[in-house]
C-alpha cells in the first residue's frame, strides 16, 4: 500500500495557552480499501502505541473510498472510543471512510491533493486536486435496485452519525449531524446560515439562486468540495508541509511519529492480505478436489467397459489362445498364444487396476475437499471475499451432492474390479485348464 505522509495537525488542537509547546501526533494512514488496505487490527494496535508512549494524539490521514461499511464502522469505534485527541487529514472520503471521518475530534482539509491516472502510454501519472475536487462523498456500492440502495444510503448514514465522538460541544456536533444526513439523504441540501443544517434541496429544474446560503450537496454525490467544506466552517484548510503549518498554529515544534504507525498498518494489512492468500488458495483447492474427482467420475464408466472387454476370456479375444490337449486337460497351446495370453492378463489387469485407483482417488478427494471446507469454517472472513467464498461453498454443496449420487453404485463396481484382479494375477503363470475325465 502507497501512503503519501501528511505532517499536519489541526488548528486550536491545544489551548493557546500551551501554543508555544511541542506537541507528538502519531500519524494513522487510512489509504486505499477499508478492511484490505486499512483494518481494525492495525488502526487499534497504534491507538495502543500512541497511549503507550503518552503521545499527545494521532492524525487520521484518509485517502479512501471503497471497503466494506462495517470494517469502517468498526474502525470508527475504536477511533471514537479513545482517549486520544483525534485529528482528521481529509484528501479524499467516501464510502465505508466516511465513518471514521466523523469519529475523529477534529478535521483539516488539504488545499490540494494528488492522485494516479493512466497515460496514453499504459503509464501513470500524477495529476493534482485542488480545493474544487470533492473531499467527502458518499459513493455507495453499485446496485441495480433502488430499495436496496436507499437502504444502504440509511445505514451507512446510522453508521456515520454513531461514530460521532463525545468531545464535540453541541454547536458542532449539530453542524456534522446535518452534514451527516445531506451525505445519506440526496433530497437534502446543506443549509449554511445561520448553522449548517440540512434542508430540502432545491428543484432539479430549477437554477439555484447564486445568494442562496445552501451547498448543493444533493447535485454533488452526494458530496462536498473541499472549498465548501473549509467555507462552512467544519474544517480549516491548510497546504500540505510541516514549516507552514507549525508557524500558522504557533508551535514551537511538531513532532510526527509517522513511521510508527504506518509500518503498525502496514503490517497488520500485510497479514490480513497474507490470510487472504491463504484463504483463496482453500477455496480454490476445495474446488479444485471436486473438478478433479468429477473428471474422474466421468471417466469411470468408459476404464470399466475397457476393463471388461480385456479379460482374456471375453468372447472376443478367446479365438487368439488356440488351446491343445494335453496330459488329460486342454491348455492353451505353449509357444506364442501362451505369451499372448501373459501379456493379454497383465494389460487387463492394469485396466482393473485403473478402476480400483479412480475409485481411490475420488474418496481421497471427496474427503480432502470435505476437510477444506471444514477448515474454512474456522477462518474470518473478511467482507472482500465474503461473497465469493459464500458462491464457493454453495457451488461445492451441490457439486458435492451430485458426486455422491453418481459413486452410489461403485461398491459393486470395485469388488468385481477386486475380484478380477486378483483372477488374473492367478491366470498369468496359470492359464486354466480343462480337465478332460477319464
Keep these: 500500500m502507497t501512503c503519501r505522509l501528511v505532517l499536519i495537525v489541526l488548528l486550536s488542537f491545544v489551548p493557546s495557552a500551551i501554543a508555544e ?3 507528538r501526533l502519531l500519524q ?3 489509504i486505499g480499501t477499508v478492511g484490505a488496505d486499512v483494518t481494525a487490527e492495525g ?3 497504534a491507538l495502543m502505541l500512541a497511549k503507550a508512549e ?3 494524539g494521532v492524525m487520521v490521514e484518509i485517502d479512501a ?3 466494506d461499511p ?3 464502522a468498526n474502525i470508527a469505534s475504536l477511533i471514537r472510543d479513545t482517549n486520544l485527541e483525534t485529528i482528521a487529514i481529509i484528501r479524499s472520503v467516501g464510502g465505508a471512510a466516511l465513518p471514521i471521518l466523523f469519529a475523529c475530534d477534529r478535521w483539516v482539509v488539504l488545499e490540494e491533493t494528488s492522485i494516479e491516472v493512466p497515460d496514453q502510454r499504459g503509464g501513470m501519472l500524477t495529476e493534482m486536486l485542488d480545493r474544487d475536487r470533492p ?4 459513493l455507495p456500492a453499485i446496485t441495480s435496485d433502488l430499495a436496496r440502495l436507499e437502504s444502504e444510503l440509511r445505514r451507512l448514514g446510522k453508521m456515520t452519525m454513531e461514530a460521532f465522538p463525545s468531545s464535540l460541544d453541541p454547536k458542532r456536533r449539530q453542524a456534522r449531524m446535518a452534514l451527516a444526513r445531506t451525505m445519506a439523504d440526496p433530497s437534502m441540501d446543506l443549509g449554511t446560515e445561520p448553522t449548517p443544517a440540512a434542508i430540502p434541496a432545491l428543484d432539479r429544474g430549477g437554477d439555484p439562486d ?5 451547498i448543493r450537496t444533493s447535485r454533488q454525490g452526494p458530496g462536498i468540495t473541499a472549498r465548501q467544506l473549509s467555507d462552512a466552517g467544519f474544517a480549516p484548510m491548510i497546504p500540505e508541509g510541516i514549516d507552514p503549518l507549525a508557524s500558522a498554529l504557533g508551535y514551537a515544534e511538531i513532532e510526527a511519529m509517522g513511521d510508527s504507525g504506518l509500518l503498525l498498518v502496514v503490517d497488520a494489512a500485510n497479514l490480513d492480505f497474507k490470510a487472504r492468500g491463504r484463504l483463496n488458495s482453500i477455496v480454490d483447492s476445495m474446488i479444485g478436489s471436486l473438478d478433479s474427482a468429477s473428471s474422474l467420475v466421468s471417466a469411470m464408466p468408459w476404464s470399466l467397459t475397457r476393463a471388461r472387454l480385456s479379460m482374456p476370456d471375453a468372447t472376443r479375444l478367446r479365438q487368439r489362445f488356440p488351446m491343445v490337449l494335453s496330459d488329460g486337460g486342454w491348455r492353451i497351446s505353449p509357444g506364442e498364444p501362451a505369451r499372448r495370453w501373459q501379456v493379454t492378463c497383465e494389460d487387463s489387469i492394469r485396466r482393473w487396476s485403473a478402476v480400483l485407483e479412480i475409485d481411490a482417488s475420488v474418496r481421497t478427494l471427496l474427503a480432502r475437499s470435505q476437510s477444506l471446507r471444514n477448515e474454512i469454517e474456522g477462518l474470518q472472513i473478511g467482507p472482500a471475499d465474503r461473497d465469493r467464498v459464500t458462491a464457493a461453498v454453495a457451488c461445492w454443496a451441490e457439486n458435492l451432492e451430485s458426486l455422491r449420487l453418481g459413486t452410489e453404485g461403485w461398491k459393486s463396481l470395485t469388488s468385481e474390479a477386486s475380484e478380477a484382479v486378483s483372477s488374473l494375477r492367478i491366470w498369468v503363470d496359470t492359464p486354466p485348464v480343462l480337465i478332460v475325465r477319464p
Design 210 to 214: 447564486p445568494k442562496a446560503n445552501r
Design 65 to 67: 473510498i471503497g471497503g
Design 43 to 45: 488502526v487499534q494496535q
Design 54 to 56: 503518552a503521545w499527545n
Design 21 to 23: 509547546e511541542s506537541v
Design 28 to 30: 494513522i494512514p487510512v
Design 70 to 72: 462495517d470494517d469502517g
Design 135 to 138: 473531499a467527502i462523498q458518499t
